[in-house]
């Protein structure tokens, strides 16, 4: 078969937003007995062309298999050679109304959601222009299957797909979920402090470190400037933070709506801030994000396995997360930590916290649990009465041996908060309920951070 791409050159993203040097390829299709480099245009006028050569980019390779039929294969994690699911690619060149066969071919989930109704996402720049369409679901005949390849041992899948490009002349993106990129988080955040004098903010940015690209990840501080400094000190902490595996882009949405609602001016923000203390990480892996990984830093690591002993070399951001965390906590009550991510198996939205029960089973000094019994059940109970789409059966509430170096177990064990969540939202959509096979949109995803703040009051 032709590999019908070449080397961007760019290795690692460099710092600072919107940072164009981000490890991708672009190809445009060819016959199986030809190859053709990057940038050179073919002699198969009706080719399509593929560029993932944009930041949080992944396609690594195209094969033209049929007339209108292409295989595909992304691009490993750096370091790793897996955790290929995230893709983001721009398509140019298709015909109005030919429907396009597409397989993407080196999959390493052995369960997924495209088996179960979900659908890839396309912008269409034809369509945004002319009729303001943003992100929308495509595609039919789709399926995720075992496709008798191996890598490392374990065997590969191929998730296929048709769909029809409405419109000629036409450049679509398309996408696993909803892209949130690192420059869209830098204009967020800079939309929150626009116009707001310095004396009025309650959103206080800051860094909380340069990752090993050198990009900075952003700390916030989110509390009201009103108040007697003796009433701001008995404000109750509460840790939110998103984005620690970067093909989960659907957290930073949640991550959104939660920012725009504490920002916003509803008299429910303002007793949120009067009691609260926020600190928030929106994206633990900005390097991750940048250069289109599914799940690693630019090192290989899952940063979220790494906070139980994170090294400050090669794991920086957690390891001063939870330099932060340890602050806070040292500092007032830190009554809650949520990590927010997204879940490629499950339908619904739903949260993971710890039980007594664990502790009784891994502490060795034989002292009491810390932590009343069924406490942590109350506020994922209180998601019930905010959200039409939060789960409670879909809730569990135990620390497995393979979470224990997750944030919220070591939150929960080490730093004794009750209410140390992982809050898991599908890629998908609904599996029950009135919206039962609904697929999200932004705006759901959004607005399940407007319920999360909700729940608080």
């Not at 109304?97 to 080196?106: A, E, L, M, Q």
């Not at 504490?262 to 923000?269: D, K, N, Q, R, V």
């Not at 664990?358 to 019994?373: D, K, L, T």
Request: proline share 4%; charged share 20%; glycine share 10%.
């Amino acid at each position: 078969a032709a590999a019908a791409a070449a080397d961007s050159g760019a290795e690692i993203a460099g710092s600072g937003a919107g940072a164009g040097g981000v490890a991708a390829r672009t190809s445009r299709g060819t016959s199986p007995h030809r190859t053709t480099p990057a940038g050179v245009v073919g002699n198969e006028d009706d080719a399509l062309v593929f560029d993932s050569l944009f930041e949080s980019g992944n396609l690594d390779y195209a094969y033209r298999i049929g007339a209108n039929e292409y295989d595909l294969q992304l691009r490993p994690d750096h370091k790793t050679t897996g955790h290929t699911q995230w893709f983001f690619f721009a398509v140019s060149n298709a015909q109005r109304g030919v429907s396009y066969r597409f397989h993407i071919t080196n999959l390493n989930k052995p369960d997924s959601l495209y088996a179960r109704g979900q659908q890839p996402l396309c912008f269409s720049t034809v369509a945004s222009s002319q009729a303001g369409m943003g992100w929308h679901r495509v595609g039919q005949s789709i399926m995720y299957r075992k496709n008798g390849k191996k890598r490392g041992g374990r065997p590969l899948f191929t998730l296929t797909f048709t769909m029809r490009f409405e419109h000629d002349a036409d450049k679509c993106l398309l996408a696993h979920c909803f892209p949130f990129s690192y420059s869209d988080l830098v204009r967020e955040l800079e939309g929150l402090e626009a116009g707001v004098p310095e004396e009025d903010r309650c959103v206080q940015t800051s860094e909380l470190c340069k990752t090993i690209a050198g990009n900075s990840c952003p700390l916030l501080t989110i509390t009201s400037p009103r108040g007697t400094e003796e009433e701001k000190a008995r404000r109750k902490g509460i840790w939110v933070s998103a984005r620690v595996h970067p093909g989960e882009s659907n957290s930073s949405l949640i991550m959104k709506g939660i920012l725009d609602f504490l920002a916003g001016s509803s008299p429910e923000a303002e007793l949120l801030l009067s009691l609260y203390v926020f600190v928030v990480v929106p994206m633990l892996n900005p390097d991750g994000v940048i250069n289109g990984h599914y799940r690693c830093n630019l090192l290989g690591f899952d940063l979220n396995r790494q906070w139980k002993d994170p090294s400050e070399k090669e794991h920086v951001e957690i390891y001063s997360a939870k330099e932060v965390l340890r602050a806070f906590c040292a500092e007032r009550e830190v009554i809650m930590f949520v990590d927010i991510h997204g879940h490629s198996v499950k339908h619904n939205v739903f949260m993971y916290g710890c039980d007594t029960k664990y502790w009784e089973r891994n502490n060795a000094s034989g002292g009491a649990c810390p932590h009343e019994q069924y406490a942590e059940r109350v506020f994922p109970h209180m998601m019930t009465l905010t959200s039409t789409t939060f789960s409670l059966p879909d809730s569990h509430f135990v620390a497995e041996k393979s979470k224990e170096r997750t944030g919220r177990v070591i939150a929960w064990r080490e730093f004794g908060i009750t209410n140390a969540f992982t809050l898991e939202a599908s890629l998908c959509g609904a599996g029950d309920g009135k919206r039962c096979s609904a697929q999200y949109t932004e705006a759901d995803l959004q607005g399940m951070g407007r319920a999360f703040c909700l729940a608080l009051t």
